[in-house]
């Protein structure tokens, strides 16, 4: 089990909370909350050891679109970088449509 941090900078406010995926085999559960400060911070918990450059390079990718305050918790079971993608743009609308829905 590998635990990794990473911070972002942020723009703006993030309007709710989101839960996104399940923790299964194969798939990932992002859970984001809206930050107090404008950083964006992700702490990925993962069962795949030795991944960190490329959990570094799709947040990148990502951060590059989002610039929300959010505190962001990813629990992976060997997601693919795709669906990693997938999960944080579900999360994004969610919370940026003010449902704090879940998926």
Known sequence: MEHLTFDFPAHRAVGARAHVGVVGSGDLEVLL????TMQARVVVNTSVDG???IWKS????FF???DGAAS???NDFGATPGVVALRLAEAVEYSDGGQGASA
């Not at 909350?33 to 107090?36: D, I, R, V």
């Not at 799709?58 to 990718?61: F, G, K, P, S, T």
Request: proline share 6%; net charge negative; charged share 30%.
């Open 33 to 36: 909350t809206p930050s107090e």
């Open 72 to 74: 962001i918790e990813i």
């Open 58 to 61: 799709v947040l990148e990718r």
């Open 64 to 66: 590059t679109r989002y």
């Open 51 to 53: 991944y960190a450059h």
